[in-house]
Each structure stands twice: as C-alpha cells, then as structure tokens.
C-alpha cells in the first residue's frame, strides 16, 4: 500500500493528505437543511449528513491529492448511523482513487488489539464466510501501551497489504506531559542501521535550574557499574522502536518505504529533523499544518532528499476554507468546497516551495 501512496504523491506532486474531519459547525445550511427536511432532526439524518459535506470536498479535490484521512470520533460521536457515515465516506474515497489513511487511532493489548486491527484494516469470518470491514488503507496507531498493541497490526498489514501510521510525537500542545519526559539510555544502545533492544532507566530525580541532577544519574548508571548513559526523550525511544518495525523485509515496499509509518507534528520541526534520521524509511505523517501553526517552511526537515518520505495532512483548513480568510471573501457557503479546491492549491505551492 505504501507503494501505492508514494504513486499518489508523484502523480499529484502533492505530499497532502486533506483531514475529513467535519463537524456540524462546519457544514454550510445549504447541506445540512435538505437533509433535515426529509429525514427529521435524527442521527440518521446526521450521518446523512457529514457524508454529503465529504462527498462534495472530495469531489472537488480528488484529482489534486493522492490521501484523505477521516477522523474516526467526528463520525462515532452521532452513534451507529455516524460510523455508517465513516464506512460511506471510505467506500467513496476509494472509489475515487484515493488512499485512505483511517485516524482511529487504535491501541490495546492481546486479542482486543487484533479485533481493532482485523475492523480496520483486515478481515473477519463468519462461519466459513469472510467479510471486509472498515477496510481503510492505512490506520493510526497508539504505541503507548507497548508493542503487543502493535504487532497485531503489523500482522495484518503483511497479510492484506495495508500500512499504520504510529503515534511517535503528536501536535498536541500537552503532547509533551508523557512523549517529551527523558529516560535513561545505555550510550550506544541504539544503531539506526542495525536497530537493538531497549533497556532504560527511567530518570525520577528531580530538575533544578542548572538541568538534572547528576546524583539521581549516577544512582541510576550504578546499577550496572560504571556505564555511560545519556538522556533521550520518549518519544525518540519510540522512534527506534518504529524504525525497527520498518525494516521488516515483508512489509518493504519497491519504492524504499514500508508499510510503517510514524506520525510527527509540524508543530514541532527541530524535532522532526531528528526523527527523520531515526527513522530513514518510515514515512512520516504531519498534521498540525494551517490551523494549528504549522507552515510549509516548517516541513522541509520531514522530507528525505528524494523529496518524498512525508505527507502532511490539514483538515480545518481545508474542509471549512470557506469561513476563513482569505476564502470567506471569495466563496458563498454553498461554494465550500470550490473554497477547499483553491485551499488545497495554495496549501500544495506553500509545500512545493518549501521543498524544492
């Protein structure tokens, strides 16, 4: 699949994903009162709804991206009749040519992860029956409760050419409560070539002006003699862990890329930098462009020099263009997705000039 992404990007000379992430708020009256009208003030009618806004954006804009990316909670949030929505809008937007990356953001353990991994990107039987589900492209993916929440994925990604996207460091602004905390790493445990364990000591000292407190780190290095350690923060931890995952030689793709992919805010650039020499052949997903800060010259550290290894999604900025400038001048509400069409081609010369 990730093959498959990488043709997308070339052919559309856009490394976007455009985030189907509608809220009601979102929605011009000319969509949402038809649909009222004939189906009541209902969840039904709701679901309705948030798939004839998606239906319109993509209409508008499929032959500019290669990606969309619907977020899972804007469609679960109206119930049953939401989730058929997020079903109509994937089946959509595969029809339509386009890869379809699912934000749900899934992480468990054991059996209830395999379940989230054959909903949304597998299969399931019944009796002797086998059914598609879901059936995104790719999906996101939480690591934070270890990688026995990952390898079911990884499983079914071999299995049904499918790829993840797993949560490394998000764009969130208390993303660094528990992403950004430090740990104790041996010196040289880690070869990005050649990967390795992970075998830390986490830092529970306390912080003073001057940095650390050498006594904490010695107390912690003591345990095993006099070693080197260094400091690194978690979310670098799981970025060894991804790049790893990567380099299985099944879920290699003909392009260099695998089908494990990372996320990585563009709120955070110095840090992308970092993450793209740990992780050389993952490509890294990017939100938090537009709406929550980030801009095209913040992006360039996310590219490898082949000018791809990175997409980078926006969803307000896109699907709700019309009630921002400078589009909210130029576009009537029942125009929103003309106004998404000029967004996504502003959005792909910010990036294009960015990036060479």
């Known amino acids: ?67 969309v990316k619907p977020q899972i909670a804007m469609y679960e949030r109206f119930g049953i009749p939401g989730l058929a929505a997020y079903q109509r809008t994937i089946d959509y937007c595969k029809s339509r040519g386009l890869v379809v990356i699912g934000d749900v953001k899934r992480g468990d353990i054991g059996s209830t992860s395999e379940a989230y991994a054959d909903a949304h990107l597998g299969r399931v039987m019944v009796g002797e029956r086998e059914y598609k589900l879901f059936d995104a492209d790719f999906a996101t993916v939480n ?12 499983k079914v990604c071999d299995a049904q050419d499918k790829g993840i996207f797993v949560l490394v460091k998000t764009s969130n602004p208390s993303s660094g409560e528990f992403q950004d905390r430090l740990v104790l790493v041996r010196a040289g445990e880690f070869d990005e070539d050649a990967g390795g364990s992970i075998d830390t000591a986490f830092f529970t000292g306390k912080k003073n002006k001057g940095g650390l407190s050498l006594e904490s780190i010695v107390l912690a290095a003591g ?34 890329y695998s ?13 992308g930098k970092v993450l793209r020499k740990i ?17 095209g010259k913040d ?43 000029a967004a996504v081609k502003a959005m792909r010369k910010d990036i294009r000039e960015a990036i060479g």
């Open 1 to 67: 699949m990730i093959d498959q992404l990488v043709a997308g990007i070339k052919k559309t000379e856009a490394p976007i994903v455009v985030g189907l992430d509608p809220q009601m708020k979102f929605i011009p009256d000319e969509v949402k009162n038809p649909v009222f009208d004939e189906m009541g003030e209902t969840l039904e009618a709701a679901g309705e709804i948030l798939f004839r806004f998606n239906k319109a954006i993509v209409d508008a804009v499929c032959d500019l991206v290669p990606a």
């Open 143 to 154: 690591p934070y409760l270890g990688s026995d929440g990952v390898v079911p994925f990884l």
């Open 223 to 256: 345990k095993d003699g006099l070693r080197s350690y260094v400091l690194r923060p978690m979310y670098e931890i799981v970025a060894e862990e991804v790049a790893r995952w990567a380099r299985e030689p099944r879920l290699m793709g003909k392009s260099g």
């Open 259 to 271: 089908e494990v992919g990372a996320v990585v805010g563009a709120t955070y650039p110095e840090m």
């Open 279 to 295: 992780m050389p052949h993952s490509f890294i997903l990017v939100p938090g462009y537009g709406a929550q800060g980030g801009k």
């Open 299 to 341: 992006l360039t550290h996310f590219f490898n020099k082949d000018g791809l290894g990175a997409i980078v999604n926006s969803s307000r900025g896109i699907i709700a263009a019309y009630k921002q400038e400078p589009y909210c001048d130029k576009y009537m509400p029942e125009n929103f997705a003309d106004a998404s069409r």
